[in-house]
């Protein structure tokens, strides 16, 4: 059974950073790919960042380009999730999910298997 486990989330102050990590357990994380949805309180569950298996192709939303960045260690089944100059609007809960075709989406219904958040909270 495949599960995922993510860590890091918690309150920074609005412009500090904050890494996120997803430990991936049970499967065959090298060929996964990777992503990290968001879902801010009253609203839906969106895209932020995937990473296709290899590393050699990742996706953003428009709003965290050049302030997210997403990275993998194959040998530590981990992805993580890099957040700089954090703003009030990324307060959210943060999920990784794993897509066992191994090709880049943005799509949560692409999404084989889904961990169970960890909460993130910018103070402005």
């Known amino acids: 059974q495949v599960q995922l486990a993510e860590s890091g989330g918690g309150l920074v102050q609005a412009g500090g950073s904050l890494r996120l990590s997803c430990a991936v357990s049970?499967?065959?994380?090298?060929?996964?790919?990777m992503g990290w949805f968001r879902q801010a309180p009253g609203k839906e569950r969106e895209f932020v960042l995937a990473?296709?298996?290899?590393?050699?192709?990742?996706d953003y939303v428009d709003s965290v380009k050049g302030r997210f960045f997403i990275s993998r260690d194959n040998a530590k089944n981990t992805v993580y999730l890099q957040m700089n100059s954090l703003r009030p609007e990324d307060t959210a809960v943060y999920y990784c999910?794993?897509?066992?075709?191994?090709?880049?989406?943005?799509?949560?219904?692409?999404?084989?298997?889904w961990g169970q958040g960890t909460r993130v909270t910018v103070a402005s």
């Open positions: 999910a794993a897509e066992a075709s191994g090709s880049i989406t943005g799509t949560s219904l692409s999404y084989d298997y």
């Open positions: 049970g499967g065959t994380f090298s060929t996964y790919a």
């Open positions: 990473m296709n298996w290899s590393g050699g192709r990742t």
